[in-house]
């Protein structure tokens, strides 16, 4: 398993939703797999890889089954609307299919990833913001969305309504 994946990790969020930083390599996909994840919504830009590093991780994807999406988000960023809604539907929709876990991830795993899993646990679970990013913390410490991306969650959940 790559250093920069073991030392940033992987959370699980519930028993079918994790966060967590981009795997690198052929090792972490196949952690991943063992984890029974089957899709992954990659919020990393793809100048954040090394050359080579998404294909190969791509090809892993391939190899174990695992389907990816990848959504360009500019790491420290702000959040749109438009973009926690697509990232936290289709996280939602891969739920439903109830065919194994869910992996977001971001470089980091800490704020960008965990934005997206407070607004899928928010939905999902009919909570606040606020409560629904302290349940993604209680289980990724170092989940820590940035204020303007705390900011973005709030105006996402209240444009919802």
């Not at 994790?18 to 919020?43: C, E, I, K, T």
């Not at 809604?85 to 980091?108: F, I, K, N, S």
């Amino acid at each position: 398993m790559s250093r920069w994946f073991r030392s940033y990790g992987f959370a699980e969020v519930d028993d079918r939703l994790a966060v967590g930083a981009y795997p690198l390599d052929a090792a972490d996909v196949g952690m991943l797999s063992s984890h029974a994840v089957r899709h992954v919504l990659n919020l990393a830009q793809d100048d954040e890889y090394r050359p080579g590093q998404h294909e190969a991780v791509a090809a892993a994807y391939d190899v174990v089954g695992i389907e990816e999406r990848c959504l360009d988000v500019v790491d420290y960023g702000h959040l749109p609307p438009e973009l926690l809604e697509r990232a936290v539907t289709t996280v939602l929709g891969w739920l439903e299919q109830h065919d194994g876990t869910v992996y977001v991830h971001c470089r980091a795993g800490w704020q960008r990833s965990a934005a997206v899993a407070a607004g899928v646990v928010a939905i999902r679970d009919g909570l606040e913001i606020d409560d629904a990013l302290a349940a993604v913390k209680r289980r990724k410490k170092t989940a820590d969305p940035l204020p303007h991306q705390v900011d973005d969650l709030h105006a996402w959940w209240d444009g919802r309504g």
